[in-house]
């Protein structure tokens, strides 16, 4: 395997510490430092363009949500190259449909997977065990063999996983099998935008040219 290959067991370590230590998605590059996120970002199969914008949708959309739902819901905003995804738990249909359309109005929003569920607002102890369960999911990605860490994102929902990336529909179908081997795991949502095996191999050349721009 490449240079990833041999760095990603340390990098994905020092990642999880950072996430466990501050118990929030957005913290995570503060707690790792600008150098280990430096290097996840350029091993990220998003361009800079996209993780850029990812970024504001996120900001954009965890700042509009909680005027819609109030203390009536619990949403989580997921971006990734532009897919957002919605999970959480609101009262009704109608705040459902208000959050998608809210977040349908951010810019640069290209799609959103709406797995929002009706119902009470999830409790502190299942959002830590669902934080507990990402940093499982997390871990078995970095032992599992041809298999690319940084190149998906992993969302927990009461027990539910949600895996988003580009990913080849091999990579695709190979992690989400090890995701379902994860102790507490209930069920796994692919959420992917799949790539062929020759995009990959084009990714990876990229990524392992020291004078790539």
Request: charged content about 25%; some cysteine; proline content about 2%.
């Amino acid at each position: 395997m490449n240079k990833w290959t041999r760095l990603k067991r340390p990098l994905m370590i020092a990642v999880l510490c950072g996430t466990a230590i501050t118990s929030l998605q957005g913290c995570v590059e503060m707690a790792v430092g600008s150098a280990v996120v430096g290097t996840l970002a350029a091993t990220d199969r998003r361009t800079f363009g996209a993780q850029t914008e990812d970024k504001a949708i996120l900001f954009k959309g965890e700042t509009r949500v909680p005027s819609v739902v109030g203390n009536a819901g619990h949403v989580n905003v997921t971006s990734f190259n532009r897919k957002v995804l919605l999970t959480g738990e609101v009262r009704d249909e109608a705040m459902k449909a208000a959050v998608e359309r809210e977040v349908a109005n951010i810019e640069g929003v290209q799609s959103i997977v709406n797995d929002i569920e009706i119902g009470p607002i999830s409790s502190f102890s299942s959002r830590s065990n669902d934080s507990l369960i990402t940093g499982k999911v997390k871990a078995a990605f970095v032992d599992a063999k041809d298999l690319y860490a940084n190149s998906i994102k992993v969302v927990t929902e009461n027990g539910s996983v949600y895996l988003m990336g580009r990913v080849t529909q091999r990579e695709g179908q190979l992690a989400s099998d090890v995701a379902r081997g994860v102790n507490g795991v209930k069920r796994v949502v692919k959420v992917f935008e799949y790539i062929s095996e020759e995009d990959l191999r084009q990714l990876t050349r990229t990524s392992d040219d020291p004078n790539r721009k």
